[in-house]
């Protein structure tokens, strides 16, 4: 038997069957974190462009901790440190789905923020002048326009937060990473394992950037 058939006998019946399972929850842990943290992201950049300081500061404060603490020591801190203070304890999936979308909510906060300020200030003040409300406005006027020169940048993070569950299998979390580890220690043949769970990370990332590039044409079509 040749070593290709070797290749591809082990991969497709030990190797692809495992991380096919993994990845399936590496992208469930990166379409729930993504769709929490851009809720959160949003509200959090609404506060931050308050006029209200007891909004701001606090967001501010929020937003330097997760930003300058690595996620790896959220997750360990939400999963392990969180339970005795709260008196909660977190099974593995909603605690890594807790860490990374407050992490992810930080950055998305800041991309918010940087999107909605690049808008002209004169279109609040048309809006306003039509007599609609500032929630209105930001609504109907202000975040559409923003909204298209925020794609890039809020794929490139969620990008970044498909790669970043791959953190959580230090809570023994079976995504991909996890179940990766665990074949290349049982086999001790690393190149097919890791090299599938590559190509597997690259999947992801590459529907995102493709889903991002067809939203964008449809927008920049309907503003044509």
């Known amino acids: 038997m040749g070593e290709a058939d070797t290749f591809w006998q082990f991969s497709l019946h030990e190797v692809l069957p495992r991380l096919g399972e993994g990845m399936l929850l590496t992208v469930e842990l990166t379409l729930a974190s993504g769709v929490i943290g851009l809720a959160l992201g949003l509200l ?28 790896l020591l959220q997750i360990l801190f939400i999963y392990f440190a969180l339970p005795p203070l709260v008196d909660i304890r977190l099974d593995a999936m909603p605690a890594g789905i807790l860490a990374l979308s407050l992490n992810a909510g930080a950055y998305l906060a800041e991309i918010f923020r940087a ?8 279109q609040m003040e048309a809006a306003r002048a039509l007599g609609m409300s500032h929630s209105l406005a930001m609504a109907r006027v202000i975040l559409p326009q923003a909204g298209r ?52 990370y690259l999947l992801i990332v590459l529907s995102l950037s493709t889903l991002a590039s067809r939203l964008e044409r449809r927008l920049a079509a309907r503003g044509a």
């Open 44 to 71: 959090l950049a609404l506060a931050r462009l308050s006029n209200w300081p007891f909004l701001r500061w606090p967001v501010m404060i929020y937003v330097a901790l997760f930003r300058g603490t690595p996620l």
């Open 115 to 122: 999107g909605i300020q690049s808008i002209d200030r004169g």
């Open 149 to 200: 020169r925020m794609i890039p940048p809020v794929v490139n993070e969620l990008a970044s937060l498909a790669k970043d569950t791959s953190l959580v299998s230090v809570v023994a979390l079976s995504e991909m990473l996890y179940v990766t580890q665990r074949l290349g220690a049982k086999y001790l043949r690393p190149w097919e394992v890791y090299g599938w769970a590559a190509l597997g």
